[in-house]
């Protein structure tokens, strides 16, 4: 299948280098062009517009930050919807609240394309290896037509709702991790005293009900952090735990309820960006707290 990958960041250009693995036409673009050379040198082809990426496939993928970086690359000028649409398929995979899908499934509709929304979980590697979680927004028939390209991508596929239930059900799972991050250095603070080795807590924590599956992908890097040592490539950075945190608390209130433990826990990860660690990975959060403690 012909398919553009618009915007390719870490997550967005492991994902090219996985589809054009499996035998896809790839075409990318990417704001800093320095950042296509990846998929280039694996076999993409790089559109000199998101315009003409959209002109030459019949699948779009955006992997973008946030709502403003899908406002900017859709609609600005040469964005991608001031390229030919009509038929063509979006599956919009960046992290942000539903209402911004459902907004622009109905931009793109005026346009004779169709949407869905397919945000996931994983990180870098699993992405690069075809193992996400997708979570799927959108019509059955829009869904089926590339059941197939989502199956390559993700080692499950859950079609979740209409367009935009993909975002929540996102939301929702990166929720409690996001905290978890927080609970961890916490927690780490109590037995930082008792000095043991970063990898026996770890493996301590896995093992029991203080851990969840993220330790097992994870803690290495949070133990490296621990240690004070470079806890290897950055996959999930502090800057964005904040803004999926934000949306989070926004979502909660936009239904009429209240996130308090969220909020608690985007207060200390704001405070980590103030401290200049927005583009340090989130492991490296729980490192940070149990640092706090004053060890005799
Ligand atoms: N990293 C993870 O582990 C992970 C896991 C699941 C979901 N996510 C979600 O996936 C999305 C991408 O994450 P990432 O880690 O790949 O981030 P990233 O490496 O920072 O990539 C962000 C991408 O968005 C582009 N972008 C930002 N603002 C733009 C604008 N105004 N116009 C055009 N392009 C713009 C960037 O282009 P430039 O290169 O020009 O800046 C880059 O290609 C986020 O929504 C994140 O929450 C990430």
Known sequence: MKIGIAGTGRMGAAIALRLIEVGHELTVWNRTPEKTKGPAAAGAKVAATPAALVDGVEVIITMLTDDKSIAELYHGPQGLLSGN??????IEM?????????ALGEKIRQKGGSLIDCPV?????????????????????????????????CRRVEHVGPLGAGASMKLA?????????QAFGEALALVAPLKLDPD????????????PNVLKARGAAAAAAMRGKDSGPVTFDIGLACKDLRLMIAEAKSLGTDAPVSQSALK?????????LGDADGASLPARWMKRVNIK
């Open 85 to 90: 649409a009509k038929g063509k398929l979006f």
């Open 94 to 102: 960046s992290t942000v609240r539903p209402e911004v899908e459902r």
């Open 121 to 153: 979980g994983g990180t870098v590697e699993p992405a690069r290896a075809g193992k996400l979680f997708g979570f799927v927004g959108g019509s059955d028939a829009d869904v089926a037509r590339v059941r197939q390209v989502l199956e390559q991508m």
């Open 173 to 181: 799972i990166n929720l409690p991790l996001m905290v978890y991050w």
């Open 200 to 211: 026996r807590l770890i493996s301590i924590f896995s093992e029991t009900s203080g851990g």
């Open 268 to 276: 200390s990860f704001e405070e980590a960006v103030r401290e200049g």
